[in-house]
């Protein structure tokens, strides 16, 4: 799994000129879910993220994480993170798991994070959408399941 993390004022998605998903300050992720993936991965990007230190103290150190701040986490599913762009000038997804085994490990990943106490609001799997986001720092984190063995 891939995700891109910013720390955010606020955010939102919008299919359609709907607003299906919307938070105030806490976490934007874009999460793609490589061919491969499991439960185990989904478990471990969630932990992480919601124990991410990405907010400020007191003393102005990203020292807090969501759990800490009471920050929200807005997820959207991302397959294009998954594009491997090394050869030729147009990206393969190739690497990106199946539209069904995606969506499942999507959603899981959604519950584990909602499980850890941290309000969720997602976007719509397979549809366009429009992301909006203030990036607060601005901080913007890649993060990776470590490689399966």
Request: glycine share 12%; aromatic share 4%.
């Amino acid at each position: 799994m891939k995700a891109v993390v910013q720390r955010v004022s606020e955010a939102s998605v919008t299919v359609d000129g709907e607003v299906v998903g919307q938070i105030g300050p806490g976490l934007m992720v874009l999460l793609g879910v490589a061919e491969g993936d499991t439960e185990q991965e989904a478990r471990w990007m969630a932990d992480k993220l919601v124990g991410l230190r990405i907010f400020e103290d007191d003393d102005g150190k990203m020292n807090r994480s969501l759990l800490d701040t009471g920050g929200a986490m807005l997820v959207v599913s991302q397959f294009t993170l998954l594009g491997d762009c090394r050869k030729g000038k147009r990206p393969s997804f190739i690497g990106a798991a199946a539209p069904e085994v995606a969506n499942k490990l999507y959603e899981r990943f959604v519950a584990l994070v909602g499980a850890a106490g941290v309000p969720t609001a997602t976007g719509r799997f397979r549809t366009e959408m429009k992301v909006a986001l203030v990036n607060e720092g601005p901080v913007t984190i890649l993060v990776e399941t470590p490689p399966q063995a």
